[in-house]
């Protein structure tokens, strides 16, 4: 079986495709949710009629079912379209490692020949020895291919592994880093169009305030978590004071009233205390990004969590 590299090319595109489409069902679900949320806690829309109650929610649950279904079809997808990519690739190390095995047999045989060359003919035991070298080059190169199509299946399964698993937050460990820290105020805001940030968002938002008395929380002052404000989207920040331009929303992001505070004690400001807590207990840990927005009050914060890198 001879594999080109557009193979998988292909797949890999296919892959970005219904990535894609799980995008687009979860921003589905998040519509049904939202259409359920108006229906049974508020008086919009329907202005209490219970007819209309009754159809909002009915329509909004289709949404929400469909949006789950169209989902659960594109993880599907995804996952076999991967499985393809892996199959793929493993072919290829294998076949390079069979022609590395046929060749190293070739060798020994070509040695048994030369030996007994040597007792019929001198002469023929240079060309002999030449072969040998050449084979033995051949060899090195296949191998040389079978270590590099390793490494590709090597890299490609760690980034299918990374893309299937969603950021997770260690409640219990980040409770314990901001017990007998100052506490402050927050917001949370999140992406509206990504479900695995505003499920991160919901993890943040359910350790770092009061909790419940079961299972009680770090004690903040916590805002429930909220979509991106309009005016601080991506496609807004370049219409931003310079002190507020705040990129690209990937990872998670620690907004205040300014970057750099005045000197203090170890986790000694709500600030500081919540960079290392969050630094230490996301899974898996990456460094967190800072941005000013001088109107905020002093002990208020602003955890915004983007798109997964």
Not at 32 to 41: L, Q
Request: glycine letters at 8%.
């Amino acid at each position: 079986m001879i594999l080109n590299i557009s193979d998988v090319s292909s797949l890999d595109l296919i892959l970005g495709w219904w990535e894609i489409g799980e995008y687009l069902s979860e921003a589905i679900v998040i519509l049904g949710c939202a259409g359920e949320f108006t229906a049974e806690f508020t008086n919009r829309i329907h202005n209490g009629d219970e007819h209309k109650k009754s159809r909002l929610s009915k329509s909004s649950l289709l949404v929400l079912i469909g949006g789950l279904a169209t989902g659960l079809v594109c993880l599907m997808g995804a996952t076999v379209t991967s499985g393809k990519i892996i199959a793929l690739l493993t072919v290829k190390a294998s076949e390079a490692d069979e022609r590395s095995r046929r060749l190293e047999t070739s060798n020994k045989q070509l040695g048994i020949d030369l030996t007994t060359a040597k007792s019929e003919l001198a002469t023929k035991q240079s060309g002999l020895e030449t072969a040998l070298e050449q084979e033995r080059q051949k060899t090195a190169r296949f191998q040389k291919d079978a270590d590099i199509a390793r490494l590709a299946l090597g890299k490609e399964l760690k980034m299918v592994s990374a893309r299937q698993l969603p950021r997770q937050l260690d409640r219990v460990g980040f409770i314990n880093i901001l017990n007998g820290h100052p506490k402050g105020k927050a917001e949370i805001w999140f992406v509206s169009e990504d479900q695995e940030a505003f499920l991160l968002a919901t993890e943040i938002y359910d350790a770092l305030g009061f909790g419940t008395q079961n299972s009680p929380g770090a004690g903040w002052e916590v805002v429930p978590p909220v979509p991106i404000p309009e005016q601080y989207a991506l496609s807004k920040t370049s219409t931003l004071p310079a002190s507020q331009r705040l990129g690209p929303w990937f990872g998670v992001s620690i907004l205040s009233k300014r970057v750099v505070e005045p000197p203090s004690s170890w986790m000694g400001t709500p600030h500081e205390a919540l960079t290392v807590a969050l630094g230490l207990s996301l899974a898996p840990r990456s460094g967190l990004s800072g941005a000013e927005i001088p109107s905020l009050p002093d002990n208020m914060l602003i955890i915004v969590v983007g798109l997964k890198l």
